[in-house]
Every structure is written in C-alpha cells, then in structure tokens.
DNA sequence: AAACTTAATTAACAGTGTTAAGTTTACAAA
DNA sequence: TTTGTAAACTTAACACTGTTAATTAAGTTT
C-alpha cells in the first residue's frame, strides 16, 4: 500500500499548504480581506479546489485557531519554572497581553471572531490546547487558594474574572476602544499596570 | 425660509427612517445578516438612495451605536440615587451585564466590530454617550479612593481593569467562549459572581 | 487499450458594498 | 401656465464574496 499511503500524504500537504498561506494572509491582511480565492491564488490553485480539503472557510479558520493556540502554549511552557502561585499567575497573564498585542489578527480569530465557532459547535471535540490553557489557570488559582494567597472563592468564578478581565484588555485594545481612557503610546504599559493591580488587590492581605 | 426648513425636517426624517429600521433588522437577523439592499427593501426605497443619506455602511453602524450608548445611558440612571461609591460601582458593573447580555447585538456593534470605529476615526468627534460613562466611571473611582474605600492606585488603571473585566465577561459570553468553563444555564449567575468577586477583592481591607 | 477513480477546473448562482449615469419629481421664475 | 432647474430617486453596472454542480484531465487498475 505505498501508493495509497504516498496519496495521503500529499493529500495532508496540500492540506497543510492550504493552512499556512491562509495564516500568512490573515496576518499580512486582516482576516477581515482574506478571500477564499486570494487563498486559492496564493497556491496556484483553482477557489473550488479548497473545498475538497475544507468544508467550507469556517473549517479553516477553526484550523488556524488550534495553532494559534499552540503558539500560545509555546509561549507558555517557561511558567513551569515559576512556582509561587501569584508569581506563575502574574506571568501568564502577562504572557497573554503580549501574544493578544502581537498576534492581534490570530487573537482576532481566536477569542473574538465567531466563524471559528460554528464550526466547533458542529463537532463534537474542542480544542485541546485551548482547554489546556484554561485547566492550566484554573489549577494555579485553585493552588493560590489552597496555599492561603488567594481569597477563596468557587475556582470558576475567579478563574472567569482573572481571565475575562486579560481578554478584556486585549480585545477593547485591539478594537480601539481603549483609545480615549489612554494615549497610544502609554497603551501597552497601563494594561501591564491594570494587571498588576489586579494581582496585587487578589492577593490575600 | 419655511420651504427650506421643511425640506431639511423631511431629510432628518428620512435619516431617522433607514437608522430605525436599520436597527430593527440587526436585533432581529443579526449585525452580520443586514445588507443595504436588505434595509432599503424594507423602507421600500432603492438601495442606493441610503447613500444620500449615509456616506457608507459603517456610518450607518456608527449611528446605531449611538441609540446604544444612550440605551445604555437611560439603564444608569438609577445609579445617581447610590451614594456609596462601591455600591454604585457594583450596580453600573451589573447593568453593564445586563445590558450586554439583553441586547448583544447592540453590544457586538457597540464593542466588539471595528467597523463603526473606522467612521469614528475618520471624523473629529468622538461618542459624547460613550465619553461620559466612560467619565462617570473615572469618577466612582476617584471618589473611592479618596473616601479609601479602594486600594489607591493610577485612576485610569483601575478603569481599564474594571471595564475590561466587565466587557472581558460579555464579549466573551456572546462569542459562546465560556461554554467550556460553566454550562450556559450557570452562565449569567457565574458572571455577576466574577464581579462580586472582583468588587469585594476591590475593597480595602 | 479500456474502464474506473480521483483530482482539479470551468461556469454559474445568489449575494455583497458601492459608483456613475439616467430618470423622475417638485418647485421657482418667466 | 409653461418653462427651466435643482433635488430626489432609480437603473445598470462593477468588482467583489462564499459556494455548488457539471465537466475535464490525470492516474491506476483490470
């Protein structure tokens, strides 16, 4: 069965192809710009040739989003260096602003677009890495709490706030919402700052 | 000049007309589903009369979030009857919730698309709704602070940290991101926790 | 070489925002 | 009352979009 394996193969290459010019493009152009043949032209193939790799432009960017999020597990792994709770916490946030700022269409497509979605509510499983990061975070705080740093509350609740509050700084940021509350220039720092109050008034006195 | 004066009353008229029904149709298919063919169908005029009356869609989008700023504005203010700055925190943060979570459409339009932004970049002016719940959050802040009633930090920090929790929950309810976290029907409850419990971490010991 | 399978393409549909040119309507001056 | 003109509106069209059905080209098997 060479053959038939062979064909596989390249049929997961052209797959493959297919996903990483789309990525370029979402990059270089805004997700919004990227067209099903501006993809399709980027590879010298005809528009209706992705749909023998793809469902539909949906299923792409879902399969954009799971590298995203193991970009984002890269940029993770040095936390497990870090072992006080609060520390390992502050970190991860921090990394977090960092990836959303500077992969702002990725994030775009991770955390804000709904595209992405419908596609994932149409199969059964999730996205593994994007799970991992969030029982990651659940597990620190739960260890803060355990440890007497953080004031104890349902490990959901806390984990919601601690989370939606990064996301919120990243996406308010990203879609310019941010701009009458700080200059662009002090943008980037004040989030620090936000974070680090948060961390600071979390912690248990 | 009472011919010209009604002339520019039925123009306001016919602006208020295609903004009113422009809005119907976003809460009732969706920001996404509107078309400037779907909007002048429904006033029974050609689609491309709305270009005499809006320079381009976004500026259509960029009145319909006005409408929602003062929405937003008219469910605050019952907060002038709280005197306690933290309370009154608590109470703008829950009708934040509320009206995300009420209207998401509006939302969507109002927060997360940055097509409306793009008309609002290219004109002078900014949204005096939006300026001022923005302001009036600056000043709950400050007033708890000097009344030490908040850990004293930069008042536009504190701001952004606040806001961003409170979008950081909507937005990513509406974008269904925390179905992994809680199930939908815990949703709402676990939301107003996060921010109890971010307003009770708040509050100076 | 003929039959069959797979891969890729062309043509088309129904929709989008938007512009330029043409038409109708309404009103002022003659 | 008729004519001229300016405003209001529409038709036709452009350049796109995602997506499907029918068709051709290529490769494999018999």
Redesign the interface.
């Known amino acids: 069965m060479g053959i038939v394996a062979r064909k596989e193969q390249q049929k997961k290459e052209i797959r493959q192809l297919i996903l990483d010019n789309s990525m370029q493009l979402f990059v270089e152009e805004g997700f919004s710009h990227v067209s099903m043949r501006k993809i399709a032209e980027r590879i010298q193939y005809s528009p209706t040739t992705l749909y023998l790799y793809f469902k539909d432009k949906n299923e792409i960017l879902f399969h954009c989003c799971e590298s995203g999020f193991e970009k984002m597990l890269v940029a993770n792994i040095s936390l497990s260096l870090i072992n006080h709770p609060i520390d390992r916490l502050h970190q991860m946030g921090k990394n977090y602003l960092q990836f959303g700022l500077e992969n702002p269409e990725f994030y775009d497509l991770m955390?804000?677009?709904?595209a992405p979605?419908n596609r994932l509510?149409e199969m059964g499983e999730?996205w593994s890495s994007?799970?991992q990061a969030?029982e990651a975070l659940k597990m620190i705080i739960q260890d803060g709490m355990d440890q007497g740093l953080i004031?104890p509350?349902?490990v959901?609740?806390?984990?919601?706030?601690v989370?939606?509050?990064?996301?919120?700084?990243v996406?308010?940021a990203i879609?310019?919402?941010?701009d009458?509350?700080?200059c662009p220039a002090d943008m980037e720092q004040?989030?620090h700052?936000?974070?680090d109050?948060?961390l600071?008034?979390?912690k248990k006195?």
């Open positions: 955390f804000i677009q709904d979605m509510n999730g994007g799970d969030l004031v509350a349902k959901e609740t806390v984990a919601m706030a989370w939606s509050m990064v996301h919120g700084l996406s308010l879609r310019k919402r941010l009458k509350l700080v004040t989030m700052d936000s974070l109050w948060l600071q008034t979390l006195a």
